[in-house]
T-cell receptor, first 112, second 109 residues
Framework: DAGVIQSPRHEVTEMGQEVTLRCKPI?????LFWYRQTMMRGLELLIY????????DSGMPEDRFSAKMPNASFSTLKIQPSEPRDSAVYFC??????????FGPGTRLTVL | AQRVTQPEKLLSVFKGAPVELKCNYS??????LFWYVQYSRQRLQLLLR??SRESIKGFTADLNKGETSFHLKKPFAQEEDSAMYYC???????????FGKGTLLTVNP
């Protein structure tokens, strides 16, 4: 298994544009997590899913952010419209029930 | 609400010296504590968790409920230990991880 896969690895966009980040979890894992990492706030959990169902989205900063998991092998995090303060590294992680979380390589987002 | 504090952003030691990375937490229940590590150009990965009580790569961490701490220790640091270390807490029956802001450890030759 290649581990958790994220795309794109780098994204540069202009303010106001829509951004879509993608994640493929490890096959068989039933939990999927989206995190955001910034210098100021560190690593923050945005939302997590169990069996494709969103369980807790209390970390999603505002309505501009949305996440979906249409099936067990794919999730998206969308920002619309994007703002410069959204610039960060976004990580996806997956795990089995109450197990170790395996992280993807991250997507570095820059909003100009 | 739970919180994890890593008081040191940067920690620099010489090879062979003991190293301790501090982690304090606040949570009213019984937490599960973890240490994650990110080596240069690699993914964030689990180093150890308190319930397993293992020693990984020579590192140990003991949960001290009285002091609400989970410090990471190694008696003799190696250059390959240079990395970013994150302490994390999982509270109760949910699987959310609350991370500290991390400590960048540099082991000098």
């Amino acid at each position: 298994d290649a581990g958790v896969i994220q795309s794109p690895r780098h994204e540069v966009t202009e303010m106001g544009q829509e951004v879509t980040l993608r994640c493929k979890p490890i096959s068989g894992h039933d939990y999927l997590f989206w995190y955001r990492q910034t210098m100021m706030r560190g690593l923050e959990l945005l939302i997590y899913f169990n069996n494709n169902v969103p369980i807790d989205d209390s970390g999603m900063p505002e309505d501009r952010f949305s996440a979906k998991m249409p099936n067990a092998s794919f999730s998206t995090l969308k920002i619309q419209p994007s703002e410069p303060r959204d610039s960060a590294v976004y990580f996806c992680a997956s795990s089995l029930w109450h197990g170790e979380q395996f992280f993807g390589p991250g997507t570095r987002l820059t909003v100009l | 609400a739970q919180r994890v504090t890593q008081p040191e952003k940067l920690l620099s030691v010489f090879k062979g010296a003991p190293v301790e990375l501090k982690c304090n937490y606040s949570y009213s229940g019984s937490p599960e504590l973890f240490w994650y590590v990110q080596y240069s150009r690699q993914r964030l990965q689990l180093l150890l968790r308190h319930i397993s009580r293992e020693s990984i790569k020579g590192f140990t961490a003991d949960l001290n409920k009285g002091e609400t701490s989970f410090h990471l220790k190694k008696p003799f640091a190696q250059e390959e230990d240079s990395a970013m270390y994150y302490c994390a807490l999982s509270a109760g029956s949910n699987y959310k991880l609350t991370f500290g802001k991390g400590t960048l450890l540099t082991v000098n030759p």
